[in-house]
C-alpha cells in the first residue's frame, strides 16, 4: 500500500493521517498532526525546516521511504515526541538539540523573546538576564541570540538537563555570554542579580500529571510535577525573586493552567498576564517594586500553603 507514495507531499499527508488516526497527542513544540509529520519528514531527509513549497513534489528514493516510515512507525508504537526522534526541536526561529534529559522546547515565551519582550521592558536597560529552571537552555539562549548585548545564565537542579543545556550553548556558539550554572532555585546563586529574570518552572498539578498522554511520560517527571495545585516553585520563585532582581528589575514566569489557582491565592498581587497571538497562556510579568511591595502576603501565603 505505501509504494502508492511518492513525494514528500505524499509522506507528510500519510504521516498526518496516521499520527491522526492512532490517536496521538500533539502538545510538543506542534499542536497538530501535519506540522509534526512535516518535521519528522524533513529531518529524514535531512532538508531545511523551510524547505520551499515547490519541493514537494520532489520524489523520495526507496531507502528515503524506508527512513521515513521507520520514523512514522516509532512515532506511532512508543509515543516519543517527535524532536526526541529527530534530536532537534525548532524554538524562538532556532534550532536547539533535544532529548530526554530536558523537556521538550515549547514554551509560548518564545514569542516575547522574538517580539523584544515589547512592550513590557519598555526603555529598561538588560545586562544580565537569567532563565531559572532552565532545562534544555532553549529560553536563555534565544534571550542570548536575540540580544547579542545581554550576559545570560541557565539555571537547573538537574545535571542531565545542564549537560543537554551546554550542549546547546556550543552549537549556537554562545559560550562567551552565557553560563549554565547548577543550581536548586536560587540557591547556587547567591549574590547574583539580574534585570531580568525568566521561568519555566514545572507547574503540573498532580491530577493533571495523572492524566497526561503517554508523550509526556518520556520527559522527566521533575520538569513537570509541582504539587496539589501547580504552584510548588511559583509560589518559592515569588518569595525568592526580590534578592536576584536589580532595582529596575522585572520577573516573567509562565504557570500555564495554574494561573487560576494563583491569582486566587494572592489577589492582592497585580500581575500582568501577558497577552499571546494565540491568547493568554499562563505567563506574568511582575517588577520587583511589586514583590516587594507585597512579599509580606507572599510570604504568609507561601506558608500557609506549606502546611
Ligand atoms: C518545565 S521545565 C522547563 C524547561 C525549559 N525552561 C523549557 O522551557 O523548555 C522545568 C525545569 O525545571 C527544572 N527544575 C526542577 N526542580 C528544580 C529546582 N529545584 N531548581 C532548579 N530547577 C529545577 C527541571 O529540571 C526542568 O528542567
Known sequence: MTQELATIIDFIRYGASRFGAAGL??????????????????????????????????????DEKQRVLDLIGRRIDEHKPVAYLTGTAWFAGLQFKSDA?????????????????????????????????????????????????????????SDDALALARENIEYQDAGDRVEAVKSDRFGGLEGRRYDLIVSNPPYVTEHEYAALPPEYGHEPALGLRAGDDGLDFAMRILVEAPDHLTDEGVLI????????????????VPFNWIEFNVGQMGVFLLDRDDLVEHAQAVREAAKARAK
Open 253 to 268: 514566569v509562565e504557570i500555564g493552567e495554574s494561573e487560576k489557582a494563583l491569582a486566587a491565592l494572592l489577589p492582592e
Open 101 to 157: 534529559r530536558a523537556l521538550v522546547p515549547r514554551s509560548p515565551i518564545a514569542e516575547l523573546i522574538q517580539a523584544g519582550f515589547s512592550p513590557w521592558l519598555e526603555d529598561r536597560v538588560v545586562t544580565r538576564a537569567l532563565d531559572l529552571c532552565t532545562g534544555s537552555g532553549c529560553i536563555g539562549i534565544a534571550m542570548a541570540v536575540h540580544n547579542p548585548e545581554w550576559q545570560v545564565d541557565l539555571a537547573d537542579i
Open 25 to 62: 497527542a500533539f502538545g510538543h513544540s506542534y499542536d497538530n498532526a501535519i506540522d509534526e509529520a512535516t518535521h519528522l519528514v524533513l529531518h529524514a531527509l535531512h532538508l531545511p525546516h523551510d524547505l520551499s513549497p515547490a519541493y514537494g513534489q520532489a520524489r523520495l528514493t526507496a
